[in-house]
């Protein structure tokens, strides 16, 4: 669900994305629940006089999904849940895998969701993901 927060896809197709959410109603449930956070940010800011962007995309979930879930064909989780350059897919989650970091390096985060954060971190962080960041 954090990827939906990370940064919007540049290229992926958000079909992917829609017909995993459809499968997974618990996913869909906490998708809706961000979107609403988000527009009563958005609201708060608006009051404030503040201007930076709030927005919950799901343009590389179903990929960020199946790659966590231990897809190893990398090319076939472009191909089937993305639909877009593998390049900014790479970099969409090497920037996730810098979000989790930091927010699992957090002192204000709890110790459970920190773990969970450093799992996301190591099934994010394998294969092509991984080698990318040697180069």
Same mark, same amino acid.
């Given at each position: 669900?954090?990827?939906?927060?990370?940064?919007?896809?540049?290229?992926?197709?958000?079909?992917?994305?829609?017909?995993?959410?459809?499968?997974?109603?618990?996913?869909?449930?906490?998708?809706?629940?961000?979107?609403?956070?988000?527009?009563?940010?958005? +609201?708060?800011?608006?009051?404030?006089? %503040?201007?930076?962007?709030?927005?919950?995309?799901? *343009?590389? @979930?179903?990929? /960020?999904? $199946?790659?966590?879930?231990? +897809?190893?064909?990398?090319?076939?989780? %472009?191909?089937?849940?993305?639909?877009?350059?593998? *390049?900014? @897919?790479?970099? /969409?989650? $090497?920037?996730?895998?810098?979000?989790?970091?930091?927010?699992?390096?957090?002192?204000?985060?709890?110790?459970?969701?920190?773990?969970? @954060?450093?799992? /996301?971190?190591?099934?994010?962080?394998?294969?092509?993901?991984?080698?990318?960041?040697?180069?």
């Amino acid at each position: 669900m954090l990827s939906c927060l990370s940064e919007p896809s540049r290229e992926g197709d958000s079909h992917y994305s829609w017909t995993l959410l459809k499968q997974l109603p618990h996913l869909q449930k906490r998708l809706q629940a961000m979107g609403r956070l988000a527009h009563e940010l958005y +609201e708060v800011q608006q009051s404030s006089h %503040v201007t930076l962007p709030v927005s919950v995309q799901v *343009g590389y @979930l179903a990929a /960020a999904y $199946r790659w966590t879930h231990g +897809e190893d064909d990398w090319t076939q989780v %472009v191909r089937e849940a993305y639909g877009g350059h593998e *390049g900014d @897919l790479i970099r /969409a989650f $090497r920037r996730l895998i810098d979000l989790c970091r930091q927010l699992a390096e957090s002192p204000e985060v709890k110790p459970a969701l920190q773990e969970r @954060l450093w799992q /996301a971190v190591s099934a994010l962080d394998r294969g092509i993901v991984f080698e990318s960041a040697l180069i």
